[in-house]
């Protein structure tokens, strides 16, 4: 058949011009991928066309095979992909087949220029699959016929150089075929075995049967994997499986597949991915399951399986239950939703628990979605007994260990009745915080909170295993009586009087009262709320939404047993070193505190001091 038409060409869009160039004119290593792509729209064909048979019988051929079949002429260096699907018109044609997808073309062409990801990797992401077709062809010809019965065949052509052709085409059945004459050096394209092997690799889990030549057999394995026995699903096939659903490269943290029959019939295959991350050229685009209703696809990413801490599960779910026609609406006011997400839940959570039993494993879950679990436990009360159990913290005396709630209890003595924690901005500063002294000192740990999420959290935990959770800048731990007179004298009463009245005379308008607590060990001072109701946690997350926060004064309590206050204590009034001294220690607070509104205003202070202990 000729190729000159009577047609008008019409030219490609710009865009898909010049991806059109890059495609041709790079040399694509795995330039075999075009397949998958081509194969991947007869698939979308045909499940649209499935879709549709839900509701309407009305289609031309109702009952063709829903299958694709590729098929090869060697001597001529054709390869064919047909399929039974919805097929296109003339106009969908110009439509589809004419402009490059959108908005995903710019990105695309941005990426093609300035990645180092590998070409192949990026075709595909943005809707410039059937394009990738010209990496190999000489020309491209697709006949379709559409499923409406009123509809006529059309064909498209084109040599990929800057124009197509349409025109009115003889096609008796429904559906796509996709003709290309492979370039010189494509040649391998014509060889079943060569093809066999692509299918195998790219697209065997396509659920349609894919036919070659004129072999009865589909090449691919198509049997929803999810719909296997458990047992029969092997770590290696389910990653392979999460490798051809995302296109990620690294493989996921765990998975889990459900395979029940009551109170509702479900097959699930769920995974962790490595990261909370897609990759940039994953093949998921949203969070959500993609759920199948009897094999159907229903929904690409469906969000109602699952409550929303748990969005980062990626994953295919798949009901006999499910009324075909589920359409989101219909979905959500099923009575059955409720029953696959309390199933699908419960399983993921299970996962979760699973993995935490696995301590490398788990350490690397943590570090990457730990911010989900405890969004988990501040958005959904119900959950926080499932949750609690799977945080893991440092503590001051582990502070570079993940310490669960269960282990600090374990770990704590008989006599402690509450789990102490310290909010803060990072653990290396919290660590030092004077409120920690006691608790470093009568070996009581402390869990150390520096996640900004954390404050937020504490509001919604209120007690673990029947024991208080206690905010160690607020509650210390038993102190026996004796310290505090002992202390006191040593440094005089006198002298005690009067530097606390100057240091209040000092730090006037900054706390509102300054008193010698026994609490302290190793630092000289600390900041303590006076007012009963007032409540540290609060406060810190009021800091960290970076919320107005009412600021009410504290006591600023000394440590009559620090060298430097012994030593201040010792000092007359009008030593002029004293106010830049208090001022200082006052300071050092809030630094520790994470709290300092302007720590480099504090340098000439500090350049002061160090004069003065140079003279
Ligand atoms: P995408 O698949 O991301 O939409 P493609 O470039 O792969 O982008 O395909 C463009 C469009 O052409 C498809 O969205 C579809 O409308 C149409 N199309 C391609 N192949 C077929 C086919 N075999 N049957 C029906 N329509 C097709
Ligand atoms: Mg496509």
């Known amino acids: ?97 004419g402009t490059i997808a959108h908005s995903g073309a710019k990105a695309f062409l941005e990426a093609a220029q300035t990645s180092q990801q590998k070409m192949t990797d990026i075709i595909g992401q943005f809707g410039v699959g059937f394009y990738s077709a010209f990496m190999v062809a000489e020309w491209i010809r697709v006949i379709s016929r559409t499923f409406r019965p009123e509809g006529q065949g059309a064909v498209w052509f084109s040599r990929g150089e800057d124009s197509f052709t349409v025109e009115p085409a003889e096609r008796a059945n429904r559906g796509t075929t996709v003709e290309i004459k492979l370039r010189e050096d ?152 409720p029953h696959l997400r309390r199933l699908i839940t419960h399983r ?42 799977l945080l893991r913290f440092p503590t001051l005396f582990h502070p570079n260990q993940l310490v669960s709630l269960d282990e600090y209890l374990q770990n704590k003595p008989a006599s402690q009745d509450k789990i102490y924690y310290i909010l803060g901005d990072h653990p290396l500063t919290v660590q030092h915080s004077p409120h920690l002294d006691i608790f470093r000192h009568q070996g009581i740990d402390v869990l150390l909170m520096t996640d900004p999420l954390d404050g937020l959290m504490m509001l919604s935990m209120l007690e673990y295993q029947n024991v208080r959770f206690a905010n160690a800048s607020k509650e210390t731990p038993f102190i026996p009586p004796t310290t505090d007179g002992k202390a006191a004298e040593s440094l005089g009463a006198e002298n005690v009087d009067r530097l606390l009245k100057f240091m209040k005379q000092v730090l006037a308008d900054k706390v ?59 000092l007359p009034e009008n030593d002029p070193r004293l106010p830049p001294l208090i001022e200082q220690i006052y300071e050092n607070i809030l630094l520790a505190e994470g709290i300092h509104p302007n720590p480099p205003g504090m340098i000439k202070r500090i350049e002061q001091i160090m004069l003065s202990s140079l003279e």
């Open 1 to 97: 058949m000729s190729q000159e038409t009577v047609n008008p060409a019409i030219p490609f869009r710009a865009e898909t011009r010049q991806l059109l160039n890059i495609l041709i004119h790079s040399l694509y290593s795995e330039r075999e991928v075009f397949l998958r792509e081509l194969i991947s729209n007869a698939s979308d064909a045909l499940s649209r066309l499935q879709f549709e048979m839900l509701t309407n019988r009305n289609v031309l051929d109702p009952d063709a095979e829903l299958a694709i079949r590729i098929e090869t002429e060697p001597e001529n260096r054709v390869l064919k992909i047909s399929d039974t699907g919805i097929g296109m018109t003339a106009e969908e044609m110009v439509e589809n087949l």
């Open 186 to 337: 494509a040649q391998e394209f014509t060889r079943i075995e060569r093809l066999r092997e692509i299918i195998k690799k790219h697209s065997d889990y396509i659920p349609f049967p894919i036919y070659l030549g004129s072999e009865k057999e589909p090449v691919n394995q198509r049997m929803a994997i999810w719909r296997k026995a458990s047992k029969e699903i092997t770590q290696e096939e389910a990653y392979d499986f999460y490798r051809q659903f995302t296109l990620e490269v690294n493989p996921p943290l765990a998975y889990t597949h459900l395979n029940v029959d009551a109170p509702v019939q479900l097959y699930a295959l769920l995974f962790i991915p490595p990261s909370p991350e897609r990759g940039i050229f994953s093949l998921r685009k949203e969070d959500g399951l993609k759920l199948f209703a009897r094999k159907v696809l229903i929904q690409e990413y469906c969000r109602d399986l699952l409550p929303d801490f748990l969005r980062f599960i990626q994953g295919v779910v798949d009901s006999e239950d499910l009324p075909l026609n589920v359409s989101r609406e219909t979905l959500q006011a099923s009575p059955l939703l």
């Open 348 to 389: 993921v959570l299970d996962m979760i628990r699973d993995l935490s039993t696995r301590s490398d494993d788990y350490a690397k879950f943590w570090n990457e979605f730990r911010h989900y679990i405890k969004e988990g436990i501040i958005s959904n009360q119900e959950f926080v007994p499932s949750l609690t159990p």
């Open 512 to 570: 509102e009262e300054v008193r010698v607590t026994n609490r302290l060990v190793d630092s000289p001072a600390r900041l303590v709320s006076i007012q009963p109701d007032e409540d540290p946690t609060l406060q810190h997350v009021y800091r960290v939404l970076q919320k107005e926060v009412q600021d009410f004064k504290k006591a600023l309590e000394i440590n009559p047993s620090h060298p430097i206050i012994k030593k201040l204590a010792e």
